[in-house]
């Protein structure tokens, strides 16, 4: 079975070699085969929220068949344990501390924040779009709400969303006073004044959210049936199931796990909308759909959060369940059908996606970002071997193959989470004990001197972008 | 999607619907379409421990593929959270206490045990040979080692191997002293004189457990090939991942979560050994095959123990980590395929096997299972509203729906865990808060009335059979 998959897709690795070279040689002008990518963004979704990566209460068939014909990926990380340098990680493909986008003052960019992605970074949308690709923004984009930062001029054609977290803008007083630690039905939409925007235009504030996840699907759709011979780049990133959570009268009490089951459930919908939308206008067979989350779930919020599963800790720490994130790929005659538990990260999708499209990577920066193209195609070993674990600006792990050593660790925030600096950093083989029980530092000197010596040259070498975060109107 | 599904499956049911008719109206003897039924069941296997639950490091393709093709129960309950309990009540339909199975004096039988399950009990075994089934034990036994209490004596025409636990009958000394603390290289199989039977006959001892959990298999797969017209029952119960753990070469090293990844990988390769067996040998269409787990995983063991996932606690517990375990049926042509939240128990086997073999239940004694054929053909909603949670012969909880009330609580066997009397019991929503961490007996007095008075209408009409397990030569 295994080897019968394995010749199919040599065959349609094959096919797509071919016309990666077509392209090569007839330039970009006339590159109208490559693949069309679609990210589905998740926000706060936890490594163990969805059917295939264990949860049992929430039902998610679109997503179970997605990993079933594509690629599950159990060892991917998100850029960052929080939203905004998150996202600067997966559109540039470099650390957001090289960006100023990850800071030691503030964790995010707020209504009142004065800057966003500088102009000098380089996203995805801007290297596909010299590729000759249509880009179009949806959702959440949390990388500067100014009109020079927004998605519209970092590279995509078109933006439809709410440009920060969907909790920010607040309206003081007691409606709004505590509102997570309410009962959820007390909690309504318009105690979050947040804009929805298009373009660089607010079309609706506050933005109603109790079906902001349907539209935000149906706005996909709508792009991908616009779409003609022209290859394309959709990033479609939800506000939710991040807090507050609401969810459509469709959905309301559909699942068994709650109002955050209610929204996860919804996701799940439109990501079956968006495959069918596929199937049915025959782009299927030549589009990457990938499925992820900014980072893990945000414990504090008890059941208004999700679950890491097995995975230690959630949001906001460097632990496996702050920035493992569950994720898929999908492309049914493209990708290899696999479970992939080789290193993967967003800052790959960059790479990936650059050379997939036949566009140059930039070589006037350090970019992060490996291409997972063999792996994605052919099921072959990753080339990514080591990951960073940023808190903020700052280094607190890394793992390198199954090893990870903690130099410094954090609980979330908005919990007891004492900052502890570890003169012996703890070491974990997180492929073996995932939970992070078991410090096997004493028996490994040799793994923490290799982690630490390339720590060490990485913090050597590291040019840190001026903090984006830190002024405040 | 799902209406074409539930379309073709109500195809299937009439199908099926109609040769029960026929059987029925020409009897048992001209019986040759009943299904053939498949237990396939692992020995402290924990829920999070198969890739299709969740498990990052753990690869098991086979059981991933049989879920996809057919149903995952994500609240599926073994019938005690130890072994010889949770076997007698999969193969009696009935709570091990009205056996004499379940005791307050041992957890489970040993090699200097002088009983096992009585004469009495009627086994799903001897249920379907009266309905002219051939019947097959492989694996562990553990409901009785002396020959009056061996499968061959309690309705299997065949039986081949282990009649305990794979860690007992262990040889003093050195060798032996605290193994499990021990690297696994230096555990030996030889330090474990337990014997291998074929019928009643020790052909090997001790037995070699290298390659135990292969020749099990194995044996399955002949038995298989083996079989004509008449319906078979293969009851097939590994004595894996229990400690200690052996994987054969092929396998040794194979995974990313040291040997006891192994042997699971182990495992689930026997899994699709069995089902190719089964799909050349053309019964794939006409045998429903089910994998499940005999209880939680034995957590003390740390890492040589498996994962329950995002549940609470493991074997030896009444938490959800110690009795709810992972579940798959497979019958391309007869189930409905789905994810199925909805309860389910190892000791609805017995009901549901017998009305699908259409063999009467017996009437001269309580049986505790529910015909769940409805949801396995259909997908219709589980017939099973509640579940008893005993330690021992003592109940300590009880769900009813989505509600489970904690009377008494206590830890896992060999850990910290006293035993607490809840005055105010316990209550969680446990489909709601899988990971039991929201005490809300408070805020649900009506809930708790309601499960305290099924407790009550439980005990006062529990007959207990006489405590097998106590007396020891």
Known sequence: MRNYLFSMLSFKF???????????????EEDNNSPNFIIIFADDLGYGDLGVFGNPS???????KMSFEGQKWTNFYAAASVCTPSRAGLLTGRLPVRSGMASSTNRVLFPNSKNGLPASEITLAEQLKEAGYTTAAIGKWHLGHKEEFLPTNHGFDTYFGIPYS?????LQGEAYKGYWKRPNDSIKTEHFNVPLLRG????????????ITKRYSDEAVTFINQQDETPFFLYLA???????LFASEEFKGKSKRGLYGDVVEEIDNGVGKILDALKEKGLAENTIVVFTSDNGPWLP?????????????GKGTTWEGGMRVPTLFWGPSILAPAVISDLGSTLDLFTTFCTMANT?????????????TDVLLEGKPSPRKSVFYYRGSELFAARVGDYKAHFISQGAYGELGERVQHDLPLLFNVAFDASERFDIADAHPEILKEITELVFKHKSKLVRGKDQLVERE
Chains 1, 2 share one sequence.
Do not use: S, W
Request: net charge negative; glycine share 6%; proline share 7%.
């Open 238 to 244: 939800h506000n939710l199931p991040h807090i507050p």
């Open 58 to 64: 929430i039902k998610t068939p679109h997503l179970d």
């Open 301 to 313: 919020f008890k059941n208004n959060g999700g679950t890491a599963g097995l995975l230690r800790a």
């Open 166 to 170: 969907n909790d920010m803008d607040r």
């Open 200 to 211: 660089t235009e607010i079309v609706e504030r506050p933005a109603n959210q109790n079906n």
């Open 14 to 28: 094959l096919i797509l070699a071919c016309f990666l070279f077509v392209t090569t040689v007839y330039g970009q």
């Open 360 to 372: 140059n990577i930039p070589t006037d920066r350090i970019i992060d970002g490996v291409d997972l």
